[in-house]
């Protein structure tokens, strides 16, 4: 079933902001008296298709919906009737093609934008509060006298709404100079500046790798306790071997006392590969028995587990959650703001991953992405919406890149024919498009070995 929801996400997804990307194409050179030839959504053999309209436009719904495209008149394709050379490609002002370029991703981020403001204005912006659960010794958060119960208020001087404007920081800080200040609220009220920094940059880069940074600088958000109660045992792991079962609560390891589910993960995980002497309570009833931990492998160390998982979670607390709520200006003015952080960011870390500050490992492939559309669908409509959201501000901004392939390389391509008064020859645009071949298959390469990685590793 989970298998299932990824595809369903994914294809949901990919063929929805393809046919919006596309159109944006579409309207402009429509808008601009470019002949457009056809629209299609998908790849491969048309399921439906249609003609319609003076110009005869043949659209299409194909069989594999993972792509799509729009086909202009244009000269290097074949003949072209006199009557319509001057509504071909080629044909049309330098300036003009660039419009017709620019549309694609431009309706990808306005796609992103509208939704956006839909959310905010409807659902508003629901978030947690950034109340740090626990900090562990030696780290960076605690050489920065982070503590436990501090609430995170302020971060680089703007103002920290929940959780996600520290992680979002944190990730900008971590990949620049390491430098992140913190204005920070004790329990009892008093506020205290603080600065967590990281000087190493080859600690700083082992932080950009996905699922680093929170472990990595040496903090938790708060989160409501979870009795150390066995959920689900796992088929054949450690401790069904060992004879513990859903149900079960362990008081104590190797003689440890345990509070919560976080405090027996913690002491396993530091056993890896050991026997160690489970005490547990089933029915009222003590008992004891020996587990062998397994040896999990979690980015290059190796961490203690046993196969359980937690029994279901119980809701946070109204007093954690920070909700806002907005009207139709103030929701678009928001949405706009949010679209631009994103973008912003993302640009940062593309090009910090490009100089080495970023790890690579960041690149994800149809793999992942497909893991996260089913996550997303199965969160609900606000989760999926969310997703969109990220994912056409990242078409947006990929196609944009210089690259010959995509947009922002013929745009270039476009720049250069309007300074310059001509066109590029056909031999250096034939050398372009095998760099930009080449650099698009590396790319790729790269988010699919992550993607194998994150499977198998």
Do not use: C
């Not at 998908?42 to 309209?53: D, I």
């Not at 703007?158 to 620049?176: F, P, T």
């Not at 600065?195 to 409501?224: I, K, N, Y």
């Not at 970023?358 to 089913?374: C, D, F, H, Q």
């Amino acid at each position: 079933m989970t298998l299932l929801w990824s595809v369903l996400g994914f294809v949901v997804a990919v063929s929805l902001l393809v046919a919006v990307h596309e159109y944006g194409h579409f309207w402009a050179a429509r808008k601009l008296g470019f002949k457009v030839l056809r629209f299609s959504v998908g790849f491969g053999p048309a399921l439906w298709r249609r003609v319609v309209g003076a110009d005869r436009t043949e659209y299409v719904l194909a069989a594999l919906p993972l792509g799509g495209y729009v086909k202009l008149l244009d000269e290097r394709e074949g003949p072209v009737d006199a009557a319509e050379v001057s509504r071909a490609f080629t044909r049309r002002p330098p300036w003009q093609r660039i419009l017709v370029l620019l549309a694609g991703p431009g309706f990808n981020f306005a796609f992103a934008i509208l939704l956006l403001w839909g959310m905010l204005w409807i659902v508003g912006s629901p978030d947690v509060r950034a109340v740090v659960g626990g900090v562990a010794a030696g780290s960076p958060a605690a050489r920065a006298g982070l503590r436990a119960d501090d609430e995170i208020i302020r971060l680089n001087g703007a103002d920290v709404q929940g959780r996600g404007d520290v992680v979002l920081g944190l990730i900008d800080a971590m990949s620049g100079d390491g430098v992140t200040r913190l204005a920070v609220r004790s329990a009892s009220g008093a506020e205290r500046e603080l600065e967590l920094r990281v000087d190493d940059p080859a600690e700083r880069r082992a932080l950009t790798e996905p699922s680093a940074l929170m472990r990595g600088v040496g903090m938790r958000f708060w989160s409501q306790p979870v009795p150390a109660q066995i959920g689900r045992v796992l088929p054949a792991g450690p401790a069904e071997q060992a004879g513990l079962q859903v149900g079960d609560l362990i008081t104590a390891i190797d003689g440890q006392p345990i509070g919560d589910f976080v405090a027996m993960s913690e002491a396993l995980a530091v056993r890896p590969n050991r026997d160690v002497v489970i005490r547990y309570q089933r029915g009222g009833v003590s008992a004891t028995t020996t587990v062998r931990t397994s040896a999990d492998l979690v980015d290059g160390r190796e961490v203690g587990r046993i196969r359980i998982e937690t029994p279901p979670s119980a809701p946070l607390p109204d007093s954690m959650i920070v909700h806002r709520r907005f009207g139709p200006v103030q929701a678009l003015g928001e949405s706009l703001q949010r679209a631009w952080d994103m973008t912003v960011l993302q640009a940062k870390m593309f090009a910090r991953m490009i100089i080495g500050q970023v790890s690579i490992k960041n690149l994800s492939g149809p793999i992942t992405i497909a893991e996260y559309a089913g996550d997303s669908v199965r969160s609900g409509l606000t989760g999926f919406v969310g997703f969109l959201v990220l994912i056409s501000l990242s078409l947006g901004f990929l196609n944009l890149l210089p690259i010959p392939m995509l947009d922002g390389g013929q745009i270039v391509y476009q720049t250069i024919e309007w300074i310059k008064g001509s066109p590029l020859s056909e031999r250096v645009q034939a050398a372009g498009q095998s760099v930009g071949i080449a650099l698009l298959f590396l790319l790729m390469g790269v988010a699919l070995f992550n993607d194998l990685a994150r499977q198998f590793g």
